[in-house]
């Protein structure tokens, strides 16, 4: 029988004496993060980035919920969809990868029309943005004359440019009473649109969309958690149903829940959404033990280390955006920019 060699897929990069040398610095300050025997796999791959991200001025920025060779190795600017669409503006870059889900790409774009904004999997979408066009918001301001349209940032760019003003999780009830409206659209996730119902007197009204991460929670979830962890702290995402969030401690943003950790260290603590968010603040939070939940959401694991490279190598995929709709979205992002 004759001998066979194995040789390396035509993109995969080698852990080699000299990858190992020059990532051994960074190895020390992620080592928290990430273990020995991950690192082998991820540094060929952060060795080659941060060649890439010098060679292009390009910076990588990254959601709470990418994973943790993304979120501690190579990002420039980790945040929730508000913080990554406000300091994108500051970023002093040629190119900007978003290491997160379309929609996110297209705020980052619509805000640095002049910066080539790239997303590395074009298929990274969102349950959110999914669930309603341009051609549904015309209709429902046919419908709902006169009243208000605030859009959450998870959609197309066609259902921001039909919109008012944009929101986010981080500022939804803010933007909502901030129109001194009595009655107000919030679309198109019915369970923000209910939890931010719960905290206002403005009337909402909305649409039937859901994230499909985050929908699936259920209270009955939550009383089970608390008999097995009587002392556990509950942090939900308002994209979580509304009953889910009635039974948790705090609700709040991917970034709210993060600074709830680090602010006020509970013993205990159950994030009541994507479960990578919990991986990445774990060794920040030594202090805190973390009951796991695994929900991921399969949108944004579709970036990973190895595509990220590739993007930055063939300058893949550049987001650009309808001219037509470019200045009504953004006028509504930065609306909302305005009005935080
Ligand atoms: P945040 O704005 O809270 O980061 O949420 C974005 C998101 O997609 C949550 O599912
Ligand atoms: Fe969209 Fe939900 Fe994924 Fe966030 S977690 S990107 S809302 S599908």
């Given at each position: 029988m004759s001998a066979s060699t194995v040789v390396p897929e035509k993109d995969e990069l080698l852990y080699t004496p000299d990858v190992a040398n020059r990532m051994a610095p960074v190895f020390d300050r992620v080592s928290s993060a990430i273990s020995e025997v991950e690192w082998p796999e991820f540094a060929p791959y952060v060795d080659r980035i941060m060649q890439l991200k010098q060679e292009r001025n390009a910076v990588i920025l990254a959601?709470?919920?990418?994973?943790?060779?993304?979120?501690?190795?190579?990002?420039?600017?980790?945040?929730?969809?508000?913080?990554?669409?406000?300091?994108?503006?500051?970023?002093?870059?040629?190119?900007?990868?978003m290491a997160g889900v379309h929609f996110?790409?297209?705020?980052?774009?619509?805000?640095?029309?002049?910066?080539?904004?790239?997303?590395?999997?074009?298929?990274?979408?969102c349950s959110l943005?999914?669930?309603?066009?341009?051609?549904?918001?015309?209709?429902?301001?046919?419908?709902?004359?006169?009243?208000?349209?605030?859009?959450?940032?998870?959609?197309?760019?066609?259902?921001?440019?039909?919109?008012?003003?944009c929101c986010t999780s981080a500022n939804a009830t803010r933007i909502v009473e901030s129109l001194g409206a009595d009655k107000v659209l919030l679309i198109p996730d019915q369970y923000l649109a209910k939890n931010v119902a719960a905290e206002t007197d403005v009337e909402i009204l909305t649409w039937a969309g859901a994230c499909?991460?985050?929908?699936?929670?259920?209270?009955?979830?939550?009383?089970?958690?608390?008999?097995?962890?009587?002392?556990?702290?509950?942090?939900?995402?308002?994209?979580?149903?509304?009953?889910?969030?009635?039974?948790?401690?705090?609700?709040?943003?991917?970034?709210?829940?993060?600074?709830?950790?680090?602010?006020?260290?509970?013993?205990?603590?159950?994030?009541?959404?994507?479960?990578?968010?919990?991986?990445?603040?774990?060794?920040?939070?030594?202090?805190?033990?973390?009951?796991?939940?695994?929900?991921?959401c399969p949108h944004m694991q579709r970036i990973n280390l190895m595509n990220i490279c590739q993007s930055l190598e063939g300058m893949t995929h550049e987001v650009t955006i309808d001219p037509a709709l470019a200045d009504r979205a953004r006028l509504a992002v930065q609306r909302m920019l305005d009005a935080s």
């Open positions: 959601h709470n919920y990418q994973t943790r060779d993304i979120y501690h190795c190579v990002s420039d600017i980790v945040g929730d969809s508000l913080a990554l669409a406000q300091k994108a503006m500051e970023v002093d870059a040629d190119v900007i990868v996110m790409a297209e705020t980052t774009k619509l805000l640095n029309p002049s910066k080539t904004v790239l997303i590395p999997d074009l298929r990274a979408g943005a999914e669930s309603i066009t341009g051609a549904d918001v015309r209709q429902l301001r046919k419908t709902y004359p006169g009243v208000p349209i605030v859009t959450y940032v998870n959609t197309s760019v066609e259902v921001k440019a039909e919109s008012d003003i499909e991460v985050h929908e699936r929670f259920t209270a009955s979830q939550i009383i089970q958690l608390r008999k097995a962890h009587p002392d556990v702290t509950v942090l939900a995402h308002p994209e979580c149903p509304p009953e889910v969030v009635e039974q948790s401690d705090f609700s709040g943003s991917t970034a709210a829940l993060i600074n709830y950790v680090s602010d006020r260290k509970p013993e205990e603590v159950a994030l009541i959404t994507e479960c990578s968010m919990g991986e990445n603040i774990a060794s920040h939070n030594p202090e805190t033990k973390f009951i796991r939940s695994c929900s991921l």
